[in-house]
């Protein structure tokens, strides 16, 4: 009489020896193994994509929101007419009361076309206090120059004193390099609304000097945005004392629309209350499936290293069917098999699986210097900041998202071993030793 197993709890070792064991195929499973091989990589690859995809696109999205918003603000009061705002400084402080806002911004915004002696191209003329913009975090980084103390001379350490005084204008560095333009240079601005005469409107001209070049890394405001002092702005423009309009900064900008009534009443009755979500909400909608389209598309490549997983073990059952049937005569149960091929299943998914998160955290981690060599290597930039608006590739790993992208693969895993396991505890043992 064949002598019983040893031990028959769920799980127990000769399970997991047996498991293991089918896991390493021998010379005549060759091709059993190579399937099971296939079926890791294509797990691995699958969850290694999804996370860098994702974790590219969640950086795309806070960098682009950061820049934005960085840039405009998070919310801005104005006329609807767009006449100039009067008696803003009241309205000002108004604003800067109510709890979570941060800053209230104003400024004067016009459409000019920017010259010089190599180019001639449109801009966003945007007038600012000299307290005001060293506010703006976008433009004070390291990349900033600025000459305004000394005049055609880089200070040693960049600043915004003195900028209303200079009567001059901060240009991006983008903007620089196609004015070809530096420190001390000269720019001319024309706007198409000037002084009415006999003969209507003419166009107001005026030469600035520049006395900041910055870059906020965000290539459309880096070749598209020139700051000048607020009273020159108003001059310019001819809004004698008003403003175009004020932007505001709060604390949290997820949750803008929840300041826009507190704010709307301390503006003022007339004026309208536009946030960037409704400035922007198309770009960030259309990012957002984008992302989710993207997300199904490589879903898709972990199913079918699934659907290998089912394939790799069916045969695995059909060829150890002699095994399977000494196993039950020895006193094996249904459950024991089908947890044998379980294990077998699952090891290649559990593998596959952490062997893909902990590829696609190092790509994620690692995004821009890979970018840095494949444009050393093929001479060109992969990610040109004039399509994709950010001057380098930006990557943010959401632990939470990782974390469900792991767990359905997993699922998928072991799921796709639940069909192949069942059909080998089904397997009768008389009918598989008969022909032996």
């Given at each position: 009489?064949?002598?019983?197993l040893?031990?028959?709890r769920p ?34 690859l ?27 603000g ?8 767009l006449?100039a ?22 400024l ?7 010259s010089s002696i190599?180019?001639a ?9 000299e ?21 055609g001379?880089?200070d ?12 001059g204008?901060?240009i ?10 530096g420190?001390?240079?000269t720019?001319?601005?024309i ?8 003969i ?7 030469d600035?000097?520049v ?21 020159e ?8 004392s ?9 604390q ?6 929840a ?12 004026l309208?209350?536009?946030?960037w ?13 984008e ?21 790799g073990?069916?045969?695995?059952v ?6 399977i049937?000494?196993l ?13 091929f ?23 981690v ?6 840095q ?8 930039d ?7 608006y950010?001057?380098?590739l930006?990557?943010?790993?959401d632990l939470n ?35 032996e």
């Amino acid at each position: 009489m064949a002598q019983a197993l040893p031990d028959t709890r769920p799980f127990a070792a000769f399970e997991w020896k047996l498991a293991l064991r089918y896991l390493r195929a021998r010379r005549k499973e060759g091709f059993i193994s190579v399937i099971s091989l296939f079926s890791l990589l294509g797990i691995m690859l699958g969850v290694a994509t999804l996370i860098v995809v994702m974790s590219v696109f969640n950086g795309f999205h806070n960098e682009l929101l950061n820049r934005v918003l960085g840039f405009s603000g998070h919310a801005t009061v104005y006329q609807p007419d767009l006449s100039a705002i009067e008696d803003y400084e009241a309205m000002q402080a108004r604003i800067i009361a109510i709890p979570g806002v941060t800053r209230a911004t104003p400024l004067v915004e016009g459409q000019v076309m920017a010259s010089s002696i190599k180019n001639a191209t449109g801009a966003l003329v945007r007038g600012i206090s000299e307290a005001e913009i060293a506010k703006l975090a976008s433009l004070n980084n390291d990349k900033l120059n600025t000459a305004i103390t000394q005049p055609g001379v880089v200070d040693a350490v960049p600043t915004w004193i003195g900028f209303d005084a200079a009567a001059g204008v901060a240009i991006g560095e983008r903007f620089a390099w196609k004015h070809q333009v530096g420190l001390g240079g000269t720019i001319t601005l024309i706007a198409p609304n000037g002084p009415e005469t006999v003969i209507g409107s003419t166009p107001r001209i005026r030469d600035f000097t520049v006395v900041a070049i910055f870059k906020m890394g965000m290539s459309e405001y880096d070749e598209g945005v020139v700051y000048i002092p607020l009273s020159e702005a108003q001059d310019f423009f001819s809004t004698d004392s008003g403003v175009s309009g004020v932007e505001i900064t709060v604390q949290d900008p997820e949750n803008i629309s929840a300041f826009v009534g507190d704010i709307a009443k301390a503006a003022g009755q007339g004026l309208m209350v536009q946030t960037w979500k409704d400035r922007n909400q198309a770009f960030f909608t259309a990012l957002a499936v984008e992302r989710n389209v993207l997300f199904i598309v490589l879903t898709m490549i972990i199913l079918v290293a699934a659907l290998n997983i089912i394939s790799g073990l069916i045969m695995l059952v059909k060829d150890k069917g002699h095994d399977i049937a000494i196993l039950r005569t020895m006193g094996a149960t249904r459950g024991a098999i089908q947890r044998i091929f379980f294990i077998t299943g699952a090891a290649i998914g559990v593998v596959g699986t952490i062997a893909g998160v902990l590829l696609g955290i190092l790509i994620s981690v690692n995004a821009e210097r890979l970018r840095q060599g494949v444009q050393w290597l093929s001479g060109v930039d992969p990610f040109n900041p004039e399509l994709y608006y950010l001057s380098k590739l930006p990557t943010e790993i959401d632990l939470n998202q990782t974390f469900w992208i792991t767990l359905m693969s997993l699922a998928l895993s072991f799921i796709a071993t639940l069909y192949p396991s069942w059909r080998a505890s089904k397997l009768d043992p008389v009918e598989a030793l008969r022909y032996e």
